[in-house]
């Protein structure tokens, strides 16, 4: 190196000893600095996205409240697929990839577990089991139906109609009924998710499709003797919810919330034209909550009547985050929050002041 060039850089350095250096930073860094790693700013949506912001994301599972942990970070894949509250608590239907469904609760009082139906192994490695009969595997769908009696729909195929209902007795936890559900070969229609609804009389199970050559679609209607077929014009559903006798409809990308009456067999729109969210639906006597959950988790409430959309904005806690599974909502029976069921996680949002809180994980 020349003089001439080290007299150059010995000058750049100098000038740069009075500087300081600034570089953008997004809010998600690989840095550790004495605080650790920076996490992003999970409550800025443009940011929510990032694995750092899943509502579970620097949880251990079995650190909040107590009882029979599922580790649900670890392979296989599992993901609650049905929630009801059934008294003082919520029960989940849990499918486990590969493996055998099984039933547990949750306590709404203190956020205990407990497993109910079906053989899995805790977080520590321990073998668990309870009641009698043989698995739940391919679980898709769990409800509670109007006799009290619990009923599975165990789907092993989800690109068929193929599947059977299997009947619980909650009390004893005993597999006590099961039947294969009519076959619905030569359609030329496909299951539109891997969600199913068990209807609640415990007979049968709805299924959204839709056909082959596009998006549109309907339910089927699925029971031991029949496979029924109900086009829905105007909502091409893939979430369904049960309630007052009818079939809620959401449609796939939330351009439309329907109605759909087992009676009369006929489908009606709920007027109102704003964007729903489209990946959740809860109905209660009052009130449609959708859930949309492509970014961080948004809710719209709608009423069922005029159609009326209320997005619920500036939520605050672990129900603003992101999941991987498709969230699921009820209604607490005496609070009037909502009871999620996000990633594992219990989470209890209340609508009124926004504010959010995991119960248990």
Known sequence: MTWAWLSLLLGASASLAGCTLTLEFDGYADAKPEGGTIAPPCEDPTQ????????????????????????????P???VVSAFVDGEKLVLGV?????????????LADGTRKLEYGHATDIAGTPHEAGSGSGLDFL???VKTTEGTWVAHVWPDPATFEGSLVTIDPVTSTRSNSFVLMSCSGSDDYPRSTHSLVDPSGDAVWIAYHTVDSDDGGVYRISENACERF???????????DFGGKIWLLDLIGEALGVFDPVSKATTLVPGKDHLGSNGLLVTSSTAWTIDSEIALAYTRVDPVSGARDPLSGVTGPARFQVEHPPLARAHPTTG?????????????????????????
Do not use: Q
Request: hydrophobic fraction near 40%; include cysteine; charge should be positive.
């Open 95 to 107: 499918h486990i990839l590969g493996g055998e469904g099984i039933v547990m609760s949750v306590a």
């Open 140 to 142: 898709r769908s769990l």
């Open 231 to 241: 086009p829905t014009p105007g909502v091409r559903p893939k979430h369904l919810a």
């Open 48 to 75: 929510a996205h990032k694995a750092d912001c899943n509502v579970v994301a620097d949880l251990t599972p079995g650190t909040i409240a107590s009882g029979f942990t599922l580790d649900w970070k670890s392979l």
């Open 337 to 361: 929050e909502l009871v999620l069921a996000l990633d594992g996680a219990i989470v209890f949002l209340n609508p009124n002041d926004r504010k959010s809180r995991i119960v248990s994980y």
């Open 77 to 79: 894949t599992k993901e």
